[in-house]
């Protein structure tokens, strides 16, 4: 089976879920810049929410890019991984609209840690089927940073009932070591 | 005609359809936990309904892998099947508001119903242009899993005037048949 | 320049407008069989936008068909289309919630009027780069289909002032028109 | 890296926010052609953002036209071009509903200030990865264009707090010298 139609239904999907999280500023009655103020808490978590699932969409790129055939299981993985990044709009804007509260910032952290692990389990699934010394796999190798993203997750979570800003900061840095592209397919795949 | 354009006009169609139940999970007003539990049963009907238009996707998907030529005839048909999946995301939504009364859990019956007659008509369209010994009316063979999902949805939509429950079962039994996947054209694409 | 860009953002553009119909579908608060029946307007509105811009769709496929080369001035011939196919959703839902109110089925009528029209730009465009003997310019021909659309829409607008369900007829029979699919292009292809 | 994922999710963002732009016509509650009246404003505030995102469409089919490879660099150079791009329905809407204010006028020009940024950004990291003697780099040459939008922004943006008029007109005026098409690209391409 060919991957261009499960990569173009997951292009839509992340291309919409990134474009419906922009309906949630909502337009201020007052033409003043004081009726801006209060959207800025919205407006951060949209940033953040845009460069997590602007990360998924580069990294889905670059996992397909070894990719030859894909079966069932992996559309499965994939619809799995998708439905997790689907509920990032709603806790975005939740925290966007609670921004010093424990509650919005701990489940922000819990769709983002089952979106990690939907995520490893789509690249085991693609190792499965294309094999242990696939291009993919020797690519792949231990996960430093997908590791590292869920060591975070798990800490900025019970942080938040500390104070949500630790969260925030714990989701900054996983974001920043992530905006690092990724070279270890391009470099593997030049080196074949 | 190429069928490159209708299947990304359907991804494209499907993938916001599956997006946009996502915006009838409405924030909360309060950044507390229990703020959260009135909308488990908003949660639980999109999560049925997202796979539900998973399983259609992945079905379209091997559907067409299978085809060559594609007419005017199947392109309505494949729009006839459209229209009666983009009354998903309303009956989800009604279903999900009230999950303890019986007309939404039927509705949803109804339009699933619908659907799965539309996608049989997508299916005889496709085998009527691509001649009754084709690797696609070959593999379809009795259809098992379609005739059963049409039965369990007409045992539904009057069973939830017994108790919605048990409606809600069935449709998650279909669901839990279909996601075991659909290998019989995979086998035969193999095999010739 | 290649059309395929051009293909694709019209397919994601009408796959929109299509969905964001069904929002207007305002899920009632009550779950009773009654409380549909106010929908029953806005629900048939959808069905004919929902007809017209499959056809839309359908046509615009068909007429790319039998096009190699896109330009600058196509590009924006098509823009212009997209323009007035987005309007549709907002006449749509206006005629849904106002069914026997002249005003609102007028709108609708001038608005399929100005998307007619652009359509013909589009198909000039088209036959100007393409050539007055390409297979695009001998297969449109007088295009009889057009000319009855623009036609029935210029009497479908005034009519609406003596009574709108003399519109809604005539919208039908410029749907039900068009949904005789449109062969001759599929023809003139196949007998090159 | 093929480039074509990139232009998929690309034309998706751009279809989806010239669609939701059309969600900010709110239906008027009355059916008569006055309730239309108070619209006009948001219409047209539409119809230059709908134009303006149109703009951005085509040259940035323009510019992939000439480009072979994308990197890593370059896909996040494409996401930051998509967030400014995202911000037009918001301020398009503020701008609709307050016409003569100087905040949204302001803030409008803001948001295309930083999105023509980001389009240049992505040009210079595009000619950065094809080499400066490529086709692309030749055609863009002085991009005279580019800089008299910047030049008229920055004018807007200020003039907006004398006459929010002014500086409408100087974003009507970039728009129509942008739509005279860029035929740089195209004759460079054709003279290979």
Known sequence: MSKGRMEAFSDGVVAI???IMVLELTVPEEATLSALRPLIPTLMSYILSFVNLG???NNHHHLLQA?????GRILWANMHLLFWLSLI????????????????AALYGVVLLFAAGAYRLLTLALIAQ???????ATSIGRDFKGWISITFYLLAIPAAFLNPWISYGLYAL???I??????????????E
Chains 1, 2, 3, 4 share one sequence.
Not at 67 to 71: A, G, L, S
Not at 178 to 191: S, T, Y
Request: without cysteine; glycine residues 4%; charged residues 25%.
């Open 174 to 176: 996983v974001a920043i």
């Open 17 to 19: 879920l990134i474009t």
């Open 130 to 136: 294309n094999g242990r010394d696939s291009i993919l």
């Open 178 to 191: 992530w905006l690092i592209p990724d070279r270890r397919i391009e470099k593997n795949l030049v080196r």
């Open 55 to 57: 990360i998924y969409w």
């Open 67 to 71: 990719v030859k055939r894909v079966d």
């Open 89 to 104: 709009p709603f806790t975005t804007s939740w925290m966007g609209e609670h921004p010093s509260t424990a509650w919005p």
